[in-house]
């Protein structure tokens, strides 16, 4: 996947805008929208590291072009676990869910926690 790519499904799915990502960055809107069209790339290191730290990924991972990233990138399992809390964390603050409901999103990922752990315990 392209850094175009990922960038935008990154930030779409911590629900923020171009703009809210620009300020992040101290960077224009318009040079989110080259990143995400895939016309510009960032020219400085630090703002892969910025990137990294606000969806919680590596840089690497950022600039990793290959098709396969869970082969050329062996921390694949913690940032597939900080894109889903990420994404998770934008559901719960989107408003979108009752507290009836974001409560019973979190009994369910516990359960399928346990679930799959005890089942691991018995298989080995």
């Known amino acids: ?6 960038l935008r499904l990154l930030r779409k799915n911590a629900g923020m805008t171009q703009e809210d990502l620009a300020k992040k960055l101290q960077i224009s809107k318009r040079t989110i929208v080259y990143y995400e069209q895939g016309i510009r790339i960032p020219r400085f290191p630090e703002i892969y590291q910025v990137l990294g730290e606000i969806f919680g990924v590596t840089p690497e991972y950022l600039q990793d072009n290959t098709q396969d990233t869970s ?9 597939e676990a900080a894109q889903i809390i990420s994404q998770v ?7 979108k869910l009752s507290e009836q409901d974001r409560d019973a999103v979190m009994r369910e990922l516990q359960e399928v926690y346990w679930e799959i752990k005890a089942e691991q315990h018995t298989h080995q």
């Open 89 to 95: 964390k934008a559901l719960f603050a989107g408003g």
């Open 1 to 6: 996947m392209e850094f175009c790519e990922k």
């Open 71 to 79: 082969a050329a990138n062996p921390d694949n399992g913690m940032e």
